[in-house]
């Protein structure tokens, strides 16, 4: 309930001030300290540093997916769990798509 509550609270817990940002690669991985945790799940980037505290498995946890990618890991844990409710007031934004040459032609993946 503590962590619904702060969710409700008005308080900025992006660190962006309401901002929705383009994640890249590199950004992501400079974000994997307790007090400055991004994890991207399924393309969307999450700062979880204020979420650290609640998690029922504990911050050592949450720093396995710290500055990455933690699709994976989540879904071996708890996939069934509601992260975009959850994590929805966390939210950093998505990560930036990258272009890519194949056979001669741009793509963007």
């Known amino acids: 309930m503590d962590w619904i509550r702060l969710t409700k609270s008005g308080k900025d817990l992006?660190?962006?001030k309401g901002?929705?940002?383009?994640?890249?690669e590199e950004e992501l991985k400079?974000?994997?300290?307790?007090?400055?945790c991004w994890v991207c799940i399924?393309?969307?980037v999450y700062n979880v540093s204020p979420y650290m505290e609640y998690h029922p498995g504990g911050e050592d946890e949450l720093m396995r997916a710290a500055g990455s990618d933690g699709?994976?890991?989540?879904?071996?844990?708890?996939r069934w769990v509601n992260y975009e409710?959850?994590?929805?007031?966390c939210?950093?934004?998505r990560m930036a798509v990258?272009?890519?040459?194949?056979?001669?032609?741009?793509?963007?993946?």
């Open 14 to 16: 992006t660190g962006l």
């Open 19 to 24: 901002r929705l940002i383009e994640v890249t």
């Open 30 to 36: 400079k974000h994997n300290k307790k007090d400055d």
């Open 42 to 44: 399924r393309g969307f």
């Open 71 to 78: 699709t994976e890991l989540f879904d071996q844990v708890h």
């Open 85 to 89: 409710s959850m994590l929805k007031e």
């Open 91 to 93: 939210l950093v934004g």
């Open 98 to 109: 990258k272009p890519t040459v194949l056979k001669g032609k741009l793509w963007y993946l």
